[in-house]
């Protein structure tokens, strides 16, 4: 499970609609989720592995910084806005899937709501994921890892066209 955060919950908060009442559990667990699905699918295991270490040593410079700074931190926002929508809005209880309203009072979700504010936000990361595949394809020769062997346990680098 990964330790290493590409993005801090402020940041996340500061560029979406999320209050700062939202627990940050649910934050914290949405960025390494859309980080270890979305972001090592569109970087490869390699790449991401190697962004990762530069953050945990503090050495993200050159290249590697503009990449994380200028297209993965775009993308993973959203990524982990979408992913934390679920659990922020929906909460399963003893009683059901319900929506909270605060307090101790929940009501039942509103379906159709629920489904447009998450495909807003699904249409933001692939929009951001998009420049990101189109910023490693027209630069693959600057980040060597792309182009590295993987085991059968690691992701190679996904950044075809796909969110047309």
Same mark, same amino acid.
């Given at each position: 499970?990964?330790?290493?955060?590409?993005?801090?919950?402020?940041?996340?908060?500061?560029?979406?609609?999320?209050?700062?009442?939202?627990?940050?559990?649910?934050?914290?667990?949405?960025?390494?989720?859309?980080?270890?699905?979305?972001?090592?699918?569109?970087?490869?295991?390699?790449?991401?592995?190697?962004?990762?270490?530069?953050?945990?040593?503090?050495?993200?410079?050159?290249? &590697?910084?503009?990449?994380?700074?200028? &297209?993965?931190?775009?993308?993973?926002?959203?990524?982990?806005?979408?992913?934390?929508?679920?659990?922020?809005?929906?909460?399963?209880?003893?009683?059901?899937?319900?929506?909270?309203?605060?307090?101790?009072?929940?009501?039942?979700?509103?379906?159709?709501?629920?489904?447009?504010?998450?495909?807003?936000?699904?249409?933001?990361?692939?929009?951001?994921?998009?420049?990101?595949?189109?910023?490693?394809?027209?630069?693959?020769?600057?980040?060597?890892?792309?182009?590295?062997?993987?085991?059968?346990?690691?992701?190679?680098?996904?950044?075809?066209?796909?969110?047309?």
């Amino acid at each position: 499970m990964t330790t290493t955060f590409i993005i801090s919950e402020t940041k996340l908060r500061d560029f979406t609609d999320l209050n700062n009442n939202v627990d940050s559990l649910f934050l914290k667990n949405a960025v390494r989720i859309g980080q270890d699905i979305e972001i090592q699918r569109i970087l490869g295991t390699k790449l991401y592995k190697r962004i990762l270490s530069d953050i945990d040593a503090s050495t993200l410079t050159g290249n &590697y910084a503009t990449l994380v700074n200028d &297209y993965v931190v775009d993308a993973l926002l959203f990524w982990a806005y979408y992913y934390a929508i679920e659990d922020i809005y929906v909460r399963p209880r003893n009683n059901g899937v319900l929506r909270a309203t605060g307090g101790e009072n929940s009501e039942s979700v509103d379906l159709n709501l629920f489904n447009v504010k998450r495909q807003s936000a699904k249409n933001k990361a692939e929009w951001y994921s998009e420049k990101l595949s189109e910023y490693l394809i027209e630069n693959t020769n600057t980040f060597p890892e792309l182009n590295e062997s993987t085991k059968l346990y690691e992701d190679i680098p996904d950044y075809s066209v796909q969110y047309s």
